[in-house]
């Protein structure tokens, strides 16, 4: 393989442990050793005593546990540092929920095993425990530290985790680990716990990064920048995808996407693939909401016009330069004219929608909805700032707009894009476990809103519908693109269904932020096997109350719905759950 990567002689030989050559790394080779430690001052000795214990015999008060670690992050990715105009804006800190670490960052969620087989290496892990990276919150974001790879990695990572988790209302699980062994004439499988995702900050030398399933890992390549239209990159230069926050927040995405309906990864339609690559970018895009600076930064330059182009709608702009794209990897706002290089904004077009397959274009029609949306709930939001601002004739005067007003507009733009991230997140419990389409998610994010937040004062969920019908994505089997008919409704007949107040009497429903994990797989196993020993009995029998619960059966199931030889339709439960508190303290149980 053609040696293509460069020498950092910035960095110390010790942060690597090498079996191969120092040209075949992207950091310099050498022995195995700790990485070095932060620069700090030496403490100046004190020779006075100001302190003295109040007795001999008085013990010291145990210190209360931290809740957060802060860690130091690229808002970005590392190109935006080659500009005046962005360099101050793309550091960041992000607070994530304390844990135990191991040196790699291993914890409870994540594995971080920076192995590089392509230079034959594995660099020294490192360790957030030790007591300068506590102090400094975190190495300083550098594109020749592999430790800072590392502790880019884990923290976005977890940043994403606790997203998920938050709007879901339970510690995340990954998908079981599924063995198959020959049973007879077929097969038997088992599921087991996953306890971390594996994640290597350079797996790969080429450009590319991906979920693997099989796995249970996120593998992240690197590969030269193009040395004839690099961008803002070096010509030839070295570009991690690993310090990219989209690229690392859209692959997590993936992972606990697959952890929550694993026959997601099966194309029975167009849509499935695309909602897969649209969900992830949706949540890398909405993450950048949370980076106050560069939020505080776009809103000044856009004058508060958040449908500009803007560095908040845009995905992997580093990774879509260095392979001459001439922009982003993806813009939900836009895209750059190959002619004349210029960005322009998108039109919707319903077209769209009927004639694009390829899995990201058609994604890319989703994600511009949800954005939309966002648009239109955040300019309602704001609507009575922006009349003060400009006098009630809706248009701004000339020049840069007041701080106090990019300060307000910056605190409605964050918050509008949690409450939208945490819809679309939240929209999952809902989404039929199988065969997903746009419409099918409209009509889960409608569900899940309505159930959670019932007085709609600021239109979210009208802005949903409007932005899904100006791209042409309807629902099937509704009559209107009302609110009330596009919500999920329960079933009419609960009552006839045999052996449900047994059943629920059985069902463990403690899953929630404060459960231990694995405690929870156990929970969600054995409530699986009750939903599933009660269905066969009293539901699977019964036409109308399969009908009732929207259950594809018998003759009238498609083709992709698998049956036993016998003809029997063949049955999953994948996990039975409490859906998210509202404010009144109601809940809904749910299966899939």
Known sequence: MRRFLLRCPSWPASAVSAAGSAASSPFCSGSAARPPAPRISTPVASTGAWWRPSSPASKPRASPSPTTRTLRVFSFDPSLGLEVETAALNRTRVDIPWEELRPGPVGNYLEVVDVDPASDCAYAPVDLNDPRILALQGLEPSEGNPQFHQQMVYAVAMKTIQNFERALGRVALWSPRRTRTRSGDGWSYRDDFVPRLRIYPHALREANAFYSPER??????????????????????????????????????????????????????????????????????????????????????????LAQQNLLGQLAQQFGEAMGRRGALRDALGKIDKETGKWQSAVPDPDDYLTVEEPHARGAILVAAIFDAFLTIFKHRVRDLMRIATGGTGVLPEGAIHPDLTARLAREAAKTAQHVLTISIRALDYCPPVDITFGEYLRALITADSDLIPDDSHGYRIAFIEAFRRRGIYPERVRALSVDSLRWHSPASLERLGGLDELLSKLDLSWDLGSERYKAYQQSQDNCKEFHRWAREHLFPHPEQRKEMGLAWGDDAPALIWKKRDGEVATEVHSVRRARLNPTRRSSRRAS
Do not use: M, W
């Not at 310090?243 to 859209?250: E, G």
């Not at 692959?251 to 992830?280: C, I, K, M, Q, W």
């Open 216 to 305: 249970k890992a996120l593998l992240f390549g690197y590969f030269p920048a193009s040395r004839t239209d690099a961008g803002r990159n070096l010509p030839g230069g070295v570009v991690f995808t690993c310090l990219s926050h989209d690229i690392v927040a859209h692959e997590t995405t993936h992972a606990l996407l697959d952890g929550l309906h694993r026959r997601f990864a099966e194309p029975s339609n167009l849509d499935v693939y695309a909602f897969h690559e649209a969900f992830a970018d949706i949540v890398a895009l909405f993450q950048h909401f949370s980076f106050a600076e560069a939020l505080h930064h776009q809103i000044a330059k856009t004058r508060g016009d």
